[in-house]
Structure formats: structure tokens, C-alpha cells
């Protein structure tokens, strides 16, 4: 393995659009060090990661609770990214794993994103998903339709892919043969899922935050032994609610789904499947407009807070969280107003 560096940045992405013409300030550093403290919580509790660390100004490597100020640098085991081998075909775009994923293969990250599910909140893929039926209820290991913002007795553990222009869903036993792990491995991934669920749902706690639902990524090291890589707990790689209101990155996610830009995001993903075109994009009528100043100043604070009051790591100013939920619930209440005129 190599030795790499993640800088975050203020950017964010929804819709797998890429970039946003907005920056939230203060994202980076906050999301680096929620991830930073996650990860050191999950190897206090003996699960291996790639974490090394995080970079002050002056450059040294050091754990969270010896910063002095923000820092938006963390220090990684790096590890290889091997793409599946793209194949354009008269019915559309293929991508062959079998013939790169080998059961011998070490030091690598598996191409999948692994999630958990607590609830089902409004926004969760699972409701359009069975409503197409993309997925059955025996699949999810339910016996009849839940409802929006329920809470799950067991967790749903789900899984799709990471290397495709647009995640795809699968079966686990889909994803098993896909990259050519054994029973040993799927089981050790879904234990290692259950245990970073049951750390964030913890920490989420501190700040009175519902862990709903929320992913990690697995990389084999060299000796084809598994760890959490990428970054975990944050309010990018999870969705927690405070009394049912969003606290993370789906509160922007909320806003561009009244825009006419979403309307026709989703026909050009739609147009670009049935013609077989990787480049969706290109098919988008419109770009997305930015975010008001109002809610993106809601966003920033709210990613503050939490990291404040999650970790107890003082590196920020901003209002408690609780305020930040009543101003976000005032913008809203505004927003319905205005709408009805």
C-alpha cells in the first residue's frame, strides 16, 4: 500500500451530478474531522481501517483530540482502484468484473458502496425501487410495504455498486460472484457494516441525531485481509434526522428536488438508460441553479454544530444544533408560505 492524503473540500455533489456551483463553508474541515474521529472510535474497538491520521498547518500527523484548530487534511493507507473493463454494446454499456476480480486478488479497493438501513425516511430509494420492482419485499427481508420515516426492527443491509457512472443495485450473492469473494468474506463484510452502524448510531446520539441510514467502503490490504477505507459517519456518508427534519447533505438534496433542474436530471438518466449513452449528462436540458444563501448558511452551521457536538471537539463557532433545527424549520415554514401565494 501507498501513503496518501485526502484534502476536503467546501464542493458537494447530489444526484451524481459532480460538482455544484456552490461551496459550504467549512464542509471540508468538518467532515474530516467527524471521519477522523469515527475512525479512530472504530479502531479503539479493534476493526482495522486506513486511517493514519490527520495534518495540522504546521504538517504533523496527529490524532483529533491534539488539534488546536480545523484542519481539512487526513492521512491514509492508499490502496488500488481497479475499474471493471466498459463494453458498449448494441443494447447499451456493459462492465465486465469477471475478468478482473480474481479470488487471489490483494490490495484493492472492492468497487462497492455497503449500506445499512435503520429506517426508511422520506427520500430513501427503497420506496421507488419496490415501486418498480426493482427489489422485492422478501428481498429486503420485510413482509409488507413500510412507511415513509418507519423505524426497521433489524436493519436492511444493502449493496450496490461504486465504479459505474450511476450506482446499480444488487443482490448480495450478485455482488459476491461479481468480484469473487467467498462465504468467509461476505460474512466478515456485513459483520464489519453492522459494527460501523452501531458506532455512528452511538455518536449520532451525543447530538440527538437519528442515524437513518448510511454507507462504507471495503478495501482487501495486501494480504487480502479486509478494512474500512474512504470516510464514515459524516453528514455526507450518512443521513441522520433530528426530530424527523434532515441534518445532512440531504437537506440539499430536498431543495434541487423542486427545482426544474431535477425534472430534467431525471429524464436525461432516464433517456441515456434506454439508449445505452454513458454520458447522461449531456443529455441534461438544464444546469442546477445555486443553493439560496439562506439555507447554504443553515447547511454550513449545521455541519459545524454536529461535528462539535458528536466528537465534543470545540474547533468551530456556531449555534447549537437544536437552534440551527428551528431556523431551518422558520426557512421552510417561509418557503410553504411563499409557494402558496
Given at each position: 500500500?501507498?501513503?496518501?492524503?485526502?484534502?476536503?473540500?467546501?464542493?458537494y455533489?447530489?444526484?451524481?451530478?459532480?460538482?455544484?456551483?456552490d461551496?459550504?463553508?467549512?464542509?471540508?474541515a468538518c467532515?474530516?474531522?467527524?471521519?477522523?474521529?469515527?475512525?479512530?472510535?472504530?479502531e479503539?474497538?479493534g476493526?482495522?481501517?486506513h486511517?493514519?491520521g490527520v495534518?495540522?498547518?504546521?504538517?504533523?500527523?496527529?490524532?483529533?483530540?491534539?488539534?488546536?484548530?480545523?484542519?481539512?487534511?487526513?492521512?491514509?493507507?492508499?490502496?488500488?482502484?481497479i475499474?471493471?473493463?466498459?463494453?458498449?454494446?448494441?443494447?447499451?454499456?456493459?462492465?465486465?468484473?469477471y475478468?478482473?476480480?480474481?479470488?487471489h486478488l490483494?490490495?484493492?479497493?472492492?468497487?462497492?458502496?455497503?449500506?445499512?438501513?435503520n429506517s426508511?425516511?422520506?427520500?430513501?430509494?427503497?420506496?421507488?425501487?419496490?415501486k418498480?420492482?426493482?427489489?422485492?419485499?422478501?428481498?429486503?427481508?420485510?413482509d409488507?410495504?413500510p412507511?415513509?420515516?418507519?423505524d426497521?426492527?433489524?436493519?436492511?443491509?444493502?449493496?450496490?455498486?461504486?465504479?459505474?457512472?450511476?450506482d446499480?443495485y444488487?443482490?448480495?450473492?450478485?455482488a459476491k460472484?461479481?468480484?469473487?469473494?467467498?462465504d468467509?468474506?461476505?460474512?466478515e463484510?456485513?459483520e464489519?457494516?453492522?459494527?460501523?452502524?452501531?458506532?455512528?448510531t452511538?455518536i449520532?446520539?451525543?447530538?440527538c441525531?437519528?442515524?437513518e441510514?448510511?454507507?462504507?467502503?471495503?478495501?482487501?490490504?495486501p494480504?487480502?485481509e479486509l478494512?474500512?477505507?474512504?470516510?464514515?459517519?459524516?453528514?455526507?456518508?450518512?443521513?441522520?434526522?433530528?426530530?424527523?427534519l434532515?441534518?445532512s447533505?440531504?437537506?440539499?438534496?430536498?431543495?434541487?428536488?423542486?427545482?426544474?433542474?431535477?425534472?430534467?436530471?431525471?429524464?436525461?438518466?432516464?433517456e441515456?438508460?434506454?439508449?445505452?449513452?454513458?454520458?447522461?449528462?449531456?443529455?441534461c436540458?438544464?444546469?442546477p441553479?445555486?443553493?439560496d444563501?439562506r439555507l447554504?448558511?443553515?447547511?454550513?452551521?449545521?455541519?459545524?454544530?454536529?461535528?462539535?457536538?458528536c466528537?465534543s471537539?470545540?474547533l468551530?463557532?456556531?449555534?447549537p444544533?437544536?437552534?440551527?433545527i428551528?431556523?431551518?424549520?422558520?426557512?421552510?415554514d417561509?418557503?410553504?408560505r411563499?409557494?402558496?401565494?
Amino acid at each position: 500500500m501507498g501513503i496518501g492524503r485526502f484534502h476536503f473540500s467546501d464542493r458537494y455533489s447530489v444526484f451524481d451530478w459532480g460538482e455544484m456551483p456552490d461551496h459550504i463553508e467549512w464542509k471540508g474541515a468538518c467532515l474530516c474531522i467527524m471521519g477522523a474521529y469515527c475512525f479512530e472510535e472504530l479502531e479503539r474497538r479493534g476493526v482495522r481501517t486506513h486511517y493514519r491520521g490527520v495534518v495540522t498547518q504546521d504538517g504533523r500527523l496527529v490524532k483529533t483530540d491534539e488539534l488546536q484548530e480545523p484542519t481539512n487534511i487526513m492521512e491514509i493507507d492508499l490502496v488500488r482502484v481497479i475499474h471493471p473493463k466498459v463494453f458498449q454494446r448494441p443494447d447499451g454499456v456493459r462492465y465486465d468484473y469477471y475478468s478482473v476480480y480474481k479470488a487471489h486478488l490483494t490490495n484493492f479497493l472492492i468497487p462497492l458502496e455497503i449500506i445499512y438501513r435503520n429506517s426508511l425516511p422520506q427520500g430513501s430509494s427503497i420506496f421507488k425501487r419496490l415501486k418498480n420492482e426493482e427489489i422485492s419485499l422478501s428481498g429486503l427481508g420485510l413482509d409488507r410495504i413500510p412507511k415513509e420515516g418507519e423505524d426497521l426492527e433489524e436493519p436492511i443491509f444493502d449493496i450496490s455498486t461504486k465504479l459505474e457512472p450511476q450506482d446499480r443495485y444488487l443482490s448480495w450473492q450478485e455482488a459476491k460472484k461479481l468480484i469473487c469473494l467467498n462465504d468467509s468474506e461476505l460474512r466478515e463484510i456485513k459483520e464489519r457494516l453492522n459494527l460501523v452502524n452501531d458506532l455512528i448510531t452511538e455518536i449520532a446520539a451525543k447530538a440527538c441525531l437519528k442515524n437513518e441510514d448510511g454507507k462504507i467502503e471495503i478495501a482487501f490490504d495486501p494480504k487480502r485481509e479486509l478494512m474500512v477505507v474512504d470516510v464514515i459517519g459524516t453528514l455526507d456518508e450518512c443521513r441522520f434526522t433530528f426530530k424527523d427534519l434532515h441534518v445532512s447533505k440531504e437537506v440539499a438534496r430536498q431543495y434541487y428536488k423542486k427545482t426544474e433542474w431535477y425534472t430534467h436530471l431525471l429524464v436525461a438518466k432516464d433517456e441515456a438508460k434506454a439508449k445505452g449513452i454513458k454520458d447522461w449528462k449531456s443529455l441534461c436540458k438544464s444546469s442546477p441553479p445555486k443553493l439560496d444563501p439562506r439555507l447554504k448558511e443553515i447547511i454550513s452551521n449545521m455541519y459545524k454544530a454536529t461535528t462539535i457536538e458528536c466528537t465534543s471537539l470545540h474547533l468551530f463557532k456556531a449555534p447549537p444544533l437544536s437552534y440551527i433545527i428551528e431556523e431551518y424549520k422558520d426557512y421552510l415554514d417561509r418557503e410553504e408560505r411563499w409557494q402558496k401565494i
